[in-house]
């Protein structure tokens, strides 16, 4: 076993709400320099910047995870994660085609640049990425799940496409093993609003949309990593958000 400073939760210049900086390359070097071993790439309802970021972790020696951040049908923001890339790509794919397609106002939401690890912009996503998809928060587990990955509800004590702020409570369905804060400071007091989240393993992340967004080295997983390989602490890493020893 060995602890692994984390965050799971990075925006890239893919999506329209963060800053052209964060590109694959700049924010797997700020990671190194914040003392973060594992990082998750998670933009907005697409992974078509995990690629570059897989291969610009591997010169910083950072360990890669490859996300999405899904917005369901009624506009929850939900992390989903994946052991491999392979599985993020095609899950992405079956994302794309429930879209809701509305071309972006680059002059009002921002760029959606698709780089390659030596940040080179080799692409754009012409239409709005954050919006909605045709995705309900019912069906996400399910989905994610068939491509092997697992999925929870993002920044759940924020107010903008929070799960409870949109729900009203924390459903006992679909059943999520974790969930995410941003703000560490708020555990307490939604454990006691919210007595369902005390089984159920915690995620802080910074959702970094900005390259100083990204915090220094904070939280940690305790996770198996014997014989070492990125890949197995990966594994390890799902394993513990599915709600099983890591």
Known sequence: ?????????????????????????????????AGIQIMA????????????????????????????????AE???VVCLFEQLEQALAFGEEVDSRRVKIPNRVDIFGDQLIMDENENVIGIDEFMLPNATEITVDEAP??????????YPAHIDRQANGIIAVLGAFPDTPKFDCFELHDRESLNDHLEKYPILKDKTMVVSSDAHYLW????????????????????????????LRGRVG
Do not use: Q, W
Request: hydrophobic share 35%; aromatic share 8%; with cysteine.
């Open 1 to 33: 076993m060995g602890s692994y400073f984390y965050d799971l939760h990075i925006h890239s210049c893919l999506s329209p709400c963060a800053d052209n900086d964060m590109t694959p390359a700049n924010i797997a070097g700020t990671a190194t320099l």
């Open 75 to 77: 506009d929850i923001h």
């Open 142 to 151: 399910g989905i994610v799940k068939k491509y092997g990955g697992v999925c």
């Open 41 to 72: 790439l998670t933009d907005h309802n697409s992974v078509r910047n995990c690629p570059a970021f897989f291969k610009a972790c591997k010169k910083y020696g950072v360990i890669p995870v490859p996300g999405m951040e899904l917005t369901t």
């Open 213 to 240: 967004d990204i915090r220094d080295a904070e939280c940690k997983f305790e996770l198996s990593d014997e014989p070492y390989s990125g890949d197995l602490v990966r594994k390890s890493l799902i394993e513990k």
